[in-house]
């Protein structure tokens, strides 16, 4: 059956990369409309929908874009909605980038329980199920979905960084909570990137509090919520980017230090796949 909130809720902050403040309310949303955005500070209010024929540019977040109205860093977001079982969300937003609040998923899932949900006598929609193994690779960087009897994640990092190195985490999402071992994960960053990255335009709201910061020294702000909080992060991200197909796939997926790129590619071709 495919679910709804049951009432609406409200959260602001700073984007990330634009470090502009931004407010966002999630409401309840018709059966079958599935997840979408609504630029509110745009004429006519453009609808963005939350799908893989929307993904737009994926330098270091997810943006989303239906002809010229834009919505980036929908990852955190998107994964703590489909996580939490919510098919049909209507997501209004007065600005172009989603709050990062303290980095993580916690504060979208924690809302979503206040909000709560309720159900429409509506199937959901399918699962994509692979019969064969899908590859997206780029030099030592891949992500795979692997055929299996049921949904599973697999992530790993490797990064030149003593206190994160090479990291692992699996997760099962029919049989781990999502609220206690991914969503608390928080976005991490390197001290010695930082300058270069904002000369980039990127990272403008990046802070102490939002982000964890790592230097070849150590972490600049713990302490951490998990030993390896670095690879649940990205194995959130690459929950929120997979959520473009509607449900997670029923697939083993494997990725090792992929990106927003390689995530969405795959979902891409997860979806050409099927269709073929």
């Known amino acids: 059956m495919r679910h709804t909130l049951k009432q609406g809720f409200e959260l602001s902050g700073v984007g990330l990369h634009l470090g502009k403040e931004s407010t966002v309310k999630v409401m309840p949303a018709n059966p079958g409309s599935g997840r979408y955005f609504v630029r509110l500070d745009l004429p006519h209010k453009p609808q963005i929908p939350a799908q893989i024929g929307a993904i737009g540019q994926t330098t270091l977040s997810t943006e989303l874009q239906a002809e010229k109205a834009r919505v980036r860093t929908v990852e955190h977001l998107l994964a703590a ?9 209507r997501i209004e937003i007065d600005g172009v980038e989603i709050p990062l609040l303290d980095g993580s998923a916690l504060d979208w899932c924690q809302a979503i329980a206040e909000a709560e949900t309720v159900a429409y006598d509506q199937p959901s929609e399918p699962s994509i199920t692979p019969n064969e193994a899908v590859w997206i ?3 030592d960087s891949f992500v795979a979905a692997v055929p299996a009897a049921s949904t599973r994640f697999t ?18 999402p029919d049989s781990e909570s999502f609220v206690e071992e991914i969503a608390p994960a928080r976005t991490f960053g390197f001290a010695d990137q930082i300058e270069q990255l904002r000369q980039a335009g990127l990272i403008q709201g990046g802070n102490l509090s939002n982000a964890l910061v790592c230097s070849h020294q150590g972490w600049l702000n713990p302490p951490l919520r998990f030993t390896n909080e670095p690879a649940r992060h990205k194995l959130l991200d690459l929950v929120g980017d997979l959520s473009l197909l509607g449900q997670l796939p029923t697939a083993h997926i494997i990725a090792y230090k992929a990106s927003h790129k390689l995530h969405t590619q795959l979902a891409i071709k997860l979806s050409e796949a099927v269709s073929s």
Do not use: K, T, V
Request: hydrophobic residues 35%; glycine residues 10%.
């Open 137 to 139: 690779r780029e030099q």
């Open 155 to 172: 992530c790993g990092i490797d990064f030149p960084y003593q206190a994160i190195g090479n990291q692992w985490y699996s997760w099962q």
């Open 81 to 89: 909605l489909i996580c939490c079982g919510i098919d049909d969300a």
